[in-house]
């Protein structure tokens, strides 16, 4: 694996024994610093920290697709994969993705009091659960895409202590504010849960991680995540509210004023993604920025999901532009606020099955894709490995 990158905490040293150091991180709510924890500008160096792929091995892939038995450009988006697959993993050909993780943020959203969607929230606790026996719908297709499945409660609603404790480990608090009317959480909860984000991506990446995923996990999710799209991109609320789990049009007209009334509250924090995080957000949220944040330091790529961790995504982009050329949008989901941000982080999705669901699915669903891009790179002979002619011939 690559030599480690600095960590948040130790921004102006890059060696590995700082990055060491640098380890502590705040472990239980209560334990927030004087300092805060983490700050715009330290967040914006880090952004600054995210390099390209490698370009020269993008070019030789797109060269390689140009000679492999076919004709030029036949095998259509797959050359496209195999090329941004090549840039990050620096190397050509692309390699079969190995170790595929998908770590699901888990929280619950103090708006759902508010009727925004078609489940109670009891539900995202049951889910979490699920995840960890293993039947979920993200643990099925995990399984299909030779993937597996972390879950981390940043902060559901319920006490999980009886779970394994390194679910539980990063909780930040339990539910958020009603967003329409009062904060998520705290801005040092905002930081807290930022760090914790990127100290897993850390983890995953440490442990050899060679593609990462991130998932969600809150009813009422896609309510924060809209109100966040809403502000980032410029929208109006009724552009971005989405049916979310399936809410009828009474409870799209609940969202779409909860989502006005949050994005009010917002607007003044834009510059700002800390407190924007704190102000509309929540921890789920929060960790995920950071998560996909620190991916992009750690040059590892990142298949985005649904609504959720693309809201994620383009905070993280606003902190880090390059970090989206670590990025691939695995899937369009029917809620309008992803095709925004997918839109603002000029990402075109591999797929479109109309999946409303999150969990890190859609992501999921693209890898078996992104798998055969590298195969056929790869795998394939040239043109001239076969003897062949060396070109298209146009009569
Ligand atoms: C059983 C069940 C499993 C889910 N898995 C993901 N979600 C998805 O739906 C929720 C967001 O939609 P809304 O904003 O309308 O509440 C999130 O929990 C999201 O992950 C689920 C929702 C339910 C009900
Ligand atoms: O598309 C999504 O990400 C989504 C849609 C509905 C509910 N939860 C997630």
């Known amino acids: 694996m690559d030599e480690p990158d600095a960590t948040p ?32 500008e330290e967040l914006n160096l880090l952004g600054g920290r995210v390099e390209h792929p490698d370009e020269g091995a993008r070019q030789e892939t797109r060269a390689r697709q140009a000679e492999l038995a076919k004709p030029v450009g036949a095998l259509g988006s797959l050359e496209d994969l195999s090329v941004w697959a090549a840039g990050v993993q620096r190397t050509c050909p692309p390699r079969p993705f ?10 619950d959203h103090g708006i759902a009091a508010g009727g925004v969607s078609a489940y109670p929230a009891e539900v995202t606790a049951h889910m979490v659960r699920a995840f960890l026996t293993g039947t979920a719908a993200v643990n099925a297709l995990a399984r299909q895409a030779g993937a597996e499945v972390r879950v981390l409660d940043m902060s559901v609603d319920a006490d999980l202590s009886d779970v394994p404790e390194d679910v539980t480990r990063h909780k930040v608090r339990r539910g958020t504010g009603r967003i329409d009317v009062e904060d998520a959480m705290t801005r040092d909860e905002a930081a807290t849960a930022l760090l914790a984000g990127m100290a897993v991506a850390d983890e995953e990446v440490d442990a050899g991680a060679d593609l990462l995923i991130a998932g969600d996990m809150g009813i009422a999710n896609t309510t924060a995540a809209a109100a966040l799209v809403g502000v980032l991109t410029g929208s109006d609320a009724a552009t971005v509210c989405g ?117 890190g699915t859609g992501a999921l669903l693209a890898v078996p894709i992104l798998q055969a891009a590298t195969a056929t790179c790869s795998e394939m002979a040239t043109l001239e490995e076969l003897g062949g002619s060396h070109g298209a011939e146009q009569p």
């Open 243 to 359: 049916r979310g789990t399936g809410i009828d049009d009474r409870g799209w007209m609940r969202k779409c004023a909860a989502i006005r009334d949050a994005m009010r509250r917002g607007r003044p924090h834009m510059a700002d993604p800390i407190a924007l995080l704190a102000a509309i957000g929540g921890p789920d949220l929060a960790a995920t920025t950071g998560f996909l944040l620190q991916a992009a330091v750690r040059r590892t790529p990142v298949v985005l999901d649904g609504v959720v961790p693309s809201t994620c995504a383009v905070l993280a982009h606003r902190v880090a532009p390059r970090a989206s050329l670590w990025w691939l949008a695995g899937h369009r989901s029917t809620e309008p606020a992803q095709t925004l941000a997918l839109q603002q982080l000029a990402l075109e999705p591999v797929l479109d099955l109309k999946l409303r669901l999150g969990e």
């Open 9 to 40: 905490a130790a921004l102006d040293e890059t060696d590995a024994a700082a990055a060491e150091a640098a380890a502590p991180l705040p472990e239980t709510p209560d334990s927030a610093a004087a300092e805060p924890a983490l700050t715009v």
């Open 98 to 107: 190995e170790r595929i993780r998908v770590v699901v943020f888990a929280g």
